[in-house]
């Protein structure tokens, strides 16, 4: 298995490209589905299901004819080969970055990073893939994740960190007369050059 320094090092030329098939495919997802209201009538599963079809579709369109990149497509299974290097699944990932799944002998064999699915040498195998939160309204993505069996990552990193979320938080102020005052304010949001102006 490479260390996270190889492994961000060998994905580093694809970054912009994976930020942009997850933008899309969210953007994809809210307007067909959440702005037309449907979303409400879908379990959390349907969701990830649909958002993980939107992502797999921004993959292929963006990443076909790619140089060093190889699609694997077969029977429900959809793997991103990077290189000689690089297994990456898509996937819905909890707050602790860990991806969920039925225990099957290949989902085990994915995290332990000892899936070698037609493939000659061991690869390192990483989750790409986004949280949601308990709305399922706000996304936050992409997160890259080197998953160490069902419960743990050897390490996880967001790959756009330049870019910030807007969320809310509650900041208490003191007035004048020192009643505490509770304010909510908008975190600004930073946005990486590269993708506003693609």
């Not at 429900?76 to 819905?92: R, W, Y």
Request: with cysteine; proline share 3%.
């Amino acid at each position: 298995m490479r260390t996270e320094e190889e492994v961000l090092r060998l994905i580093e030329p694809y970054k912009l490209k994976l930020n942009l098939c997850f933008e899309k495919a969210i953007s994809n997802y809210k307007l067909d589905h959440l702005d037309s209201g449907l979303s409400h009538k879908y379990s959390t599963r349907t969701i990830a299901n649909i958002i993980r079809d939107y992502i797999i579709s921004e993959v292929k369109s963006k990443f076909f004819n790619e140089i060093g990149i190889h699609i694997y497509d077969k029977k429900g299974l959809f793997l991103l080969l990077i290189g000689d290097a690089v297994i990456v699944k898509f996937k819905k990932l909890n707050e602790k970055k860990l991806a969920s799944g039925i225990k099957t002998k290949q989902l085990l064999l994915f995290v332990n990073q000892k899936e070698q699915l037609l493939f000659d040498d061991l690869r390192t195998n990483l989750h790409a893939g986004y949280i949601a939160d308990s709305t399922r309204t706000n996304f936050d993505y992409p997160f890259i994740a080197s998953p160490k069996g069902i419960e743990n990552n050897h390490w996880y990193v967001y790959l756009n960190e330049e870019q910030t979320i807007p969320s809310i938080f509650t900041i208490e102020t003191v007035s004048a007369d020192n009643t505490k005052t509770p304010r909510v304010r908008l975190k600004k949001e930073i946005v990486n050059k590269d993708v506003a102006s693609g």
